[in-house]
């Protein structure tokens, strides 16, 4: 995933990398940390609402396991002084 953010002179600056694995088995329990509590969730009942507003884009390609690129192009709102997702592109990858 690429996050980008874009400037008020139009132009984007990559601001956020991010690399996403699926896991299938695992051993131990997840560990809370000061910024992330983890919580269990079925596919049916994952909270899209409490999470970023581009997520139900991408993540559901995830779970069906799709190699995929994320760009997600955001602005700071100046009154909310918050990133605001203003597109957001899905793209698959061909693998050989």
């Not at 139009?10 to 088995?25: A, D, P, S």
């Not at 994952?46 to 995929?68: C, G, N, R, V």
């Not at 192009?73 to 793209?91: F, G, I, Y």
Request: hydrophobic letters at 35%; a negative charge; proline letters at 7%.
């Amino acid at each position: 995933m690429h996050l980008y953010l874009l400037q008020e002179d139009g132009t984007r600056r990559e601001t956020l990398i991010q690399t996403i694995f699926l896991c299938k088995r695992w051993q131990g329990e997840p560990t809370s940390t000061p910024g992330v509590k983890p919580r269990w969730f079925t596919r049916d009942t994952l909270p899209y609402a409490d999470m970023f507003e581009d997520t139900d884009a991408w993540l559901p390609k995830i779970l069906d396991s799709e190699q995929i690129l994320i760009e997600v192009l955001t602005h700071l709102n100046p009154q909310t002084e918050q990133h605001e997702v203003k597109d957001v592109l899905v793209r698959g990858v061909i693998t050989p």
